[in-house]
């Protein structure tokens, strides 16, 4: 029997106890049974991710950046073999050197990422000229054409314009500068 009395009989049970239950947590901690608290569960497919830092970019990857620009909805794919700098990193480097844009697919064979700029494309920004819009001039972004994007309506009606420069407004009047299309919207004011 036990050379204790029963109160501290007691007290001795209750202390094995809380001993075994904190061995039992601990184990399932460490384990990755349980998370440990204040940190988040780890994801159900835990194994797929540990094989996803054995994936890596070879020399023969196929490399694909989208960029869709915001302003105009254009977008541009780029396509090429991955610089010698990547070759050997996983996805997570990958993430770090490219910090903005999203990976939409990686694997050995085909990393495929994009991005999303709030700007116009190269011939949106790099491209003015000056046509009719709801009969007012107006200012285009990009090349005369069905793609141009209108920037700005101006208050000056085509109407009073003379026969030729309606005609050419009707083409798109590509201007070189932001000089050059002040100096036309002031020239077409004055008519």
Same mark, same amino acid.
């Given at each position: 029997m036990w050379p204790f009395p029963p109160k501290a009989r007691r007290r001795i049970l209750l202390a094995a106890a809380l001993l075994a239950t904190a061995a039992a947590l601990a184990a399932a901690y460490t384990s990755?049974?349980?998370p440990w608290p204040g940190k988040e569960s780890p994801a159900r497919d835990t194994e797929v991710a540990k094989q996803d830092t054995k994936i890596k970019i070879t020399a023969a990857t196929d490399f694909t950046q989208k960029i869709t620009?915001?302003?105009?909805g254009d977008e541009?794919?780029?396509?090429s073999k991955p610089a010698d700098n990547l070759v050997g990193l996983n996805a997570? $480097?990958?993430q770090k050197i490219y910090s903005g844009w999203a990976i939409d697919k990686f694997d050995s064979k085909e990393v495929a990422m994009s991005l999303k700029v709030d700007s116009y494309c190269r011939e949106h920004a790099n491209n003015t000229f000056i046509g009719v819009?709801?009969?007012y001039v107006a200012v285009f972004a990009g090349r005369p054409g069905p793609r141009a994007?209108?920037?700005e309506i101006t208050k000056i009606p085509v109407q009073q314009l003379s026969a030729e420069d309606i005609a050419e407004l009707r $083409?798109?009047?590509v201007v070189k500068s932001r000089e050059e299309l002040l100096r036309t919207l002031e020239g077409m004011q004055s008519q």
């Open positions: 990755g049974v349980l620009y915001l302003k105009c541009e794919t780029f396509r997570a $480097q990958v819009k709801d009969g994007i209108v920037r $083409q798109g009047m």
